[in-house]
């Protein structure tokens, strides 16, 4: 049997085929986080990524596609991406869950847990020992996405424009985003600034944290609020999961993965946390691709 899972995030997809439970093939390719809208051009992306590892299995199409995508918490974004899938036929039959879902079934199987995950965006998803499912935030870049990779790309670039006006202290993110971006100043920073792509921002948080572990007063403070941001949605989310008590947390998500600055933040303030206990172990959401095509079809989220 071959089993496809797909990770489609707002930076990047990852694929991975699997037969008779065995990794046979991997691949990364570009965003396929879900707009509204764009469910077509998203089902591109993951479906060519599919099809690679498929070629590296030896065959044109899986018994069983499991895609974890941004963007389709809601019911309308989840069926067209679902739809434009099949149209794809990589696979006999398609099952389309959120990105954290698929980070959830990674950490917890079927069973309680929350999972909080930050990349491009960010949201927390919590289930107790009945089943009931929670949520906190994930709400989009706009209304929400707090101690994302947006946000704090965006709160980079006010400091920067902060530290020009003297209404800031000065910081090595100046420089630092000029050189990343191949601007020749500020303006030039300006310019680019006005027409670039949620991802585009959201990259920024990697010059950030990386100033901040070199000692930045200026990154260091964005971290921490971002890290503060990330922890008040677990401990929220921690009230409505009330067993079992205490919550197991998992990290999910590009910015908390091992060795990021951010991620050990994030632990460290969960440890404050009476209600949670946080999971030291990475969460590869892929992981949980083959325990939803496990669980048989009749509780699939078939698309």
């Known amino acids: 049997m071959i089993i496809v899972g797909v990770d489609a995030g707002g930076s990047k997809t990852r694929a ?60 309308v974004e989840r069926r067209e991406l679902g ?38 965006g960010s949201i927390a998803v919590g289930r107790d ?3 009931e499912s929670f949520r ?17 790309g965006r709160l980079a670039l006010v400091a920067v424009g902060r530290a020009r006006d003297g209404r800031g202290e000065e ?24 027409t670039a792509a949620v991802g ?3 990259a920024l948080a990697a010059v950030v944290l990386s100033a901040a572990s070199a000692g930045d007063p200026v990154a260091e403070g964005i971290t921490a609020y971002a890290a503060g941001e990330l922890t008040g949605l677990v401990a929220t989310l921690a009230e409505q999961v009330t067993a079992p008590r205490p919550v197991p947390v998992a990290l999910a998500g590009s910015l908390l ?8 933040r994030v632990l460290a303030r969960l440890a404050g946390i009476p209600l949670v206990h946080a999971q030291q172990m990475p969460v590869d959401p892929l992981d949980g691709a083959l325990h939803l095509a496990a669980r048989g079809g009749r509780k699939f989220r078939l698309a």
């Open 16 to 75: 991975v085929a699997w037969k008779d439970g065995e990794a046979v093939g991997q691949a990364l390719g570009g965003a396929g986080a879900v707009r509204p809208g764009r469910a077509l051009a998203a089902a591109g992306v993951i479906a060519e990524q599919a099809r690679r590892v498929l070629a590296n299995a030896g065959v044109l199409r899986a018994e069983t596609l499991v895609v974890g995508a941004a963007g389709v918490g809601r019911e």
């Open 83 to 120: 739809q434009a899938l099949r149209g794809e036929s990589v696979a006999e039959r398609v099952v389309v869950v959120t990105d954290v879902e698929l980070a959830e079934a990674a950490a917890f199987g079927d069973g309680p847990g929350i999972v909080l995950s930050a990349g491009t």
């Open 129 to 131: 020992a009945a089943g």
């Open 136 to 152: 906190q935030g994930g709400y989009g870049w706009q209304m929400s996405d707090e101690g994302s990779g947006y946000a704090i």
């Open 171 to 194: 910081t090595s993110l100046t420089a630092e985003l000029l050189r990343v971006q191949r601007c020749d100043g500020l303006d030039d920073l300006v310019r680019w600034s006005t």
């Open 200 to 202: 585009e921002v959201a």
């Open 257 to 264: 993965g091992p060795g990021s600055p951010l991620r050990d």
